[in-house]
DNA sequence: CTCCTAATCCATACGTTGTACGATTATGTA
DNA sequence: TACATAATCGTACAACGTATGGATTAGGAG
């Protein structure tokens, strides 16, 4: 078969189309444009003009392109240092608000990232660095160091999934979720019940940012009572 | 063409061979013994040795499927309650304890059961009701309690999910990170480099139950300050 | 008992997906 | 110039979810 239309076979020097980046990148808008699901290889390489098969040159399958797209996010993460010119709890705080708005930044793609445990690499590792650094602040040992960030963490990717799965769905069932739990036989959750009761009728729209900022005091003030003890 | 070997048509009440249950049950089994990647309605329905359009009449479609699995999980889960035997923080933690170890029994459906908005059902609130008993014993707020199970149920979640990816990849990078961490250049996280010193040879494989029990303490101590602020 | 309806299951088929394979063409090195 | 290598393309295939429609038969209505 004669290809008339396109160019084909390897193309002149600096007339690649195609590279690692330039692929990711464009896999990253699919995603933050149409949903995880709108990429398909062949999606991909029609918005870049080029074969299906050719992306294959530059990353092995698709597992790997979705690897990559979590490589990418964090690695656009950074995690700002007031150092200390702030106290040591405030400079945490800085930095969980901080990643935490960075995960938001993709929410199409904050599943894969939070699942993806190869993205766990050096780059990641050294992002968290002002984690470390507020908590050496606050005159914890190392072995508290390391699972005091590791409880933060564990907690901002908890919420964010939160938050993420939240905008993803249809946002049906979440708003109602406090109404029918007033429904509720008194018998089965007494003191959800009464709970709900006394939050009165604001608490029916969840507080996300009021949600994370209670955490983070929760967690700080946790951290600072293990300081204290010394 | 006529059927020779199976019967045909509808079978007489009692001798169905599907049922929503059978079905969510045959695909709890396969997840389990073969990840989520296995489960196809082919797959599905040949261990039912069942026609894979027959799944159809008594689920809608695949992601169906995913969302009862997810509310399976989540109904066999039943968290303990000590009650006023034990002090409300060992009471948060028992309950916590259980619920960390529900989620683990089935590691290769954590990720759908922990982003599945949809499985957030009057049955899951529900099931929280332990944290809100021994919440309320601490003395807290309505919207403290509130705050306080949510921080907590998130930190849960961000930690299965390291833990269940984890156990779900090769294993490869995880335990190297250190060493590698160790030969990073002094000055792109300087703190970190001198954690990692600080942590000893036996730092090198992470102790998950260890940094549970220290998550579960750092949040027992930021809510025990909470309510002593009133 | 007879007819009708609805439940259950099956066979076929369609469009889409990831990607294996091989051919084609340019580059860089010997 | 000769040749290995790299980048792209064309074709093709197996597997997937599921739409459609037909076959069989239980259970209810008359």
Redesign the pocket.
């Known amino acids: 078969?004669?290809?008339?239309?396109?160019?084909?076979?390897?193309?002149?020097?600096?007339?690649?189309?195609?590279?690692r980046e330039a692929i990711l990148t464009a896999a990253l808008r699919i995603v933050d444009d149409e949903g995880i699901d709108?990429?398909?290889?062949?999606?991909?390489?029609a918005t870049?003009?080029?074969?299906?098969?050719?992306?294959?040159?530059?990353l092995?399958?698709?597992?790997?392109?979705l690897a990559g797209l979590a490589e990418l996010v964090f690695a656009g993460l950074e995690l700002p240092d007031p150092g200390d010119a702030v106290p040591w709890d405030e400079q945490l705080k800085e930095a969980a608000r901080a990643y935490r708005n960075g995960l938001r930044q993709h929410p199409n793609l904050a599943l894969q990232v939070l699942s993806d445990t190869s993205a766990v690499s050096d780059v990641v590792v050294v992002t968290m660095e002002p984690f470390y650094r507020a908590l050496d602040r606050a005159g914890l040992e190392p072995r508290q160091i390391f699972e005091a960030a590791n409880t933060l963490i564990d907690f901002i990717h908890g919420f964010s999934l939160g938050e993420a799965s939240v905008r993803a769905e249809t946002f049906e069932l979440a708003p109602d979720l406090l109404t029918r739990v007033r429904a509720l036989p008194a018998d089965k959750a007494p003191t959800l019940k009464r709970i709900v009761g006394g939050l009165g009728v604001e608490g029916l729209a969840y507080d996300f940012d009021g949600g994370f900022e209670s955490g983070l005091s929760t967690l700080t003030a946790g951290i600072a009572a293990t300081a204290r003890r010394r």
Chains 1, 2 share one sequence.
Do not use: C, I
């Not at 870049?48 to 530059?58: D, R």
């Open positions: 078969m004669v290809n008339v239309g396109k160019r084909s076979g390897r193309p002149r020097a600096g007339e690649e189309r195609l590279s709108a990429l398909t290889m062949r999606r991909l390489a870049l003009q080029v074969n299906p098969m050719s992306l294959y040159h530059h092995p399958n698709k597992a790997a392109v």
